[in-house]
């Protein structure tokens, strides 16, 4: 995605400040607005499909990554993203948390990922929309003990396509979900690092012998 894309999206966003305040019909709105009166730093963007195909029509990059972002971007139906960050910890609870992933358990929707860390708090969801066997959307929820990220993409994308919109102001992240997506081949990469440094150390200690 270049600059003035990114720049285009953006402006419409910002041009259109009523639809932004409208919530998909998931996302509790009494609930967003109690987040976003307790944050300190809010990042709101709210895109429907005459946007995003807006943009898309100022895409005329011959490089075929281009023409396949252009193609995803024309035939999705919105992209939804909140970003709230608080100044201390404590200042959103669980159940809040847990109202925003309730939202979310119906038929339609299927969790992919979902991790949690007693220790730290932290936790990840992501859910995929399935409507006659295909995919339609995807929803991904990322808390931290003072930040709470909200993406939700409405229309037929693939998780290996998201790193494709990460140019949209607000997305950036969404270039390393792809790999948040496969917790258990991340605990096989620590624990093969764990055997690395064991192997180190025995040889090092052997070389000192």
């Avoid at 600059?3 to 305040?21: D, E, F, M, N």
């Avoid at 995803?72 to 992209?79: K, R, Y």
């Avoid at 607000?170 to 496969?182: F, P, S, V």
Wanted: proline share 4%; net charge negative.
């Amino acid at each position: 995605m270049n600059y003035c894309i990114a720049t285009l999206l953006l402006s419409a966003t910002l041009a259109a400040p009523a639809l932004a305040q409208n919530s998909p019909l998931l996302i509790p709105p009494q609930l967003e607005k109690d987040l976003a009166a307790r944050a300190s730093d809010v990042t709101e963007v709210t895109l429907n499909k005459n946007m995003l195909a807006f943009a898309a029509q100022f895409m005329h990059g011959k490089d075929d990554d281009d023409a396949a972002t252009r193609h995803l971007i024309e035939g999705l139906d919105s992209i939804y993203v909140r970003d709230y960050e608080f100044d201390k910890e404590g200042q959103f609870s669980p159940d809040q948390i847990e109202q925003l992933r309730h939202s979310f358990q119906t038929p339609e929707w299927s969790a992919i990922v979902h991790e949690h860390e007693r220790r730290s708090g932290e936790s990840s969801d992501i859910l995929v929309k399935m409507v006659n066997g295909e995919n339609r959307g995807i929803f991904i929820l990322s808390v931290e003990p003072r930040d709470i990220s909200i993406v939700l993409i409405l229309g037929p994308i693939r998780l290996d396509q998201l790193a494709s919109l990460h140019g949209i102001g607000g997305l950036h992240g969404l270039a390393d979900i792809e790999h948040d997506t496969r917790p258990r081949d991340r605990d096989k990469e620590k624990e093969k690092n764990k055997d690395k440094d064991k192997v180190k150390n025995k040889d090092k200690k052997d070389g000192d012998q």
